[in-house]
T-cell receptor, first 112, second 114 residues
Framework: DVKVTQSSRYLVKRTGEKVFLECVQD?????MFWYRQDPGLGLRLIYF???????EKGDIPEGYSVSREKKERFSLILESASTNQTSMYLC???????????FGPGTRLTVT | GENVEQHPSTLSVQEGDSAVIKCTYS??????FPWYKQELGKRPQLIID?????GEKKDQRIAVTLNKTAKHFSLHITETQPEDSAVYFC?????????????FGAGTQVVVTP
């Protein structure tokens, strides 16, 4: 049974803070993803990683960076949090890039 | 850039009726089309998927059809039940072995009334 966990369910940060969101999967998946989910906009890909230390920008990478030092862990970094980054952040992993994605429970981030 | 349009945004059906959700994509290179179900407060989960070399796929009460020429695909749920109430997302994905483009629709809120 695939398990994808995220470091926090809820997070409140102030504008300008550096924010780290962490995601861990336990199934040795090559591919990991970070999305943000906003009402009426669906899931939008921020970054995608297909191997350790490899990353690709998604549709909305501005204001974000990622780190994947180990296969099981994929971190999303908000360099200087802004109020428009208030959102639900979902991490996912998959065996194949074009295959089923297993999602984490999400982190609801509020930036004040 | 590429996007996926999903319709309708909300769908209310009587229990036992059928529900149909439609998605249109723009990138003809898309080769994988999954559908995810997200119940309230829970994470999205895959319910069915189809690849570009297949026109239709069925799994019990759910089915997906793909029209590559028209670049649209649809989710069909028959004999709807209250537990089918959720938000459904379609996606159009284009991948190679180590690269991909992932586009999700905005979601359809399905409400099944008893």
């Amino acid at each position: 049974d695939v398990k994808v966990t995220q470091s926090s369910r809820y997070l409140v940060k102030r504008t300008g803070e550096k924010v780290f969101l962490e995601c861990v999967q336990d199934m040795d998946h090559e591919n990991m993803f970070w999305y943000r989910q906003d009402p009426g906009l669906g899931l939008r890909l921020i970054y995608f990683s297909y191997d350790v230390k490899m990353k690709e920008k998604g549709d909305i990478p501005e204001g974000y960076s990622v780190s994947r030092e180990k296969k099981e862990r994929f971190s999303l970094i908000l360099e200087s949090a802004s109020t428009n980054q208030t959102s639900m952040y979902l991490c996912a992993s998959s065996v194949l890039a074009g295959g089923e994605q297993y999602f984490g429970p999400g982190t609801r981030l509020t930036v004040t | 850039g590429e996007n996926v349009e999903q319709h309708p945004s909300t769908l209310s059906v009587q229990e036992g009726d059928s529900a149909v959700i439609k998605c249109t994509y723009s990138d003809s290179a898309s080769n994988y089309f999954p559908w995810y179900k997200q119940e309230l407060g829970k994470r999205p989960q895959l319910i069915i998927d189809i690849r570009s070399n297949v026109g239709e796929k069925k799994d019990q009460r759910i089915a997906v059809t793909l029209n590559k020429t028209a670049k649209h695909f649809s989710l069909h749920i028959t004999e709807t039940q209250p537990e089918d109430s959720a938000v459904y997302f379609c996606a159009a994905i284009m991948t190679t072995d180590s690269w991909g483009k992932f586009q999700f629709g905005a979601g359809t809120q399905v409400v099944v009334t008893p």
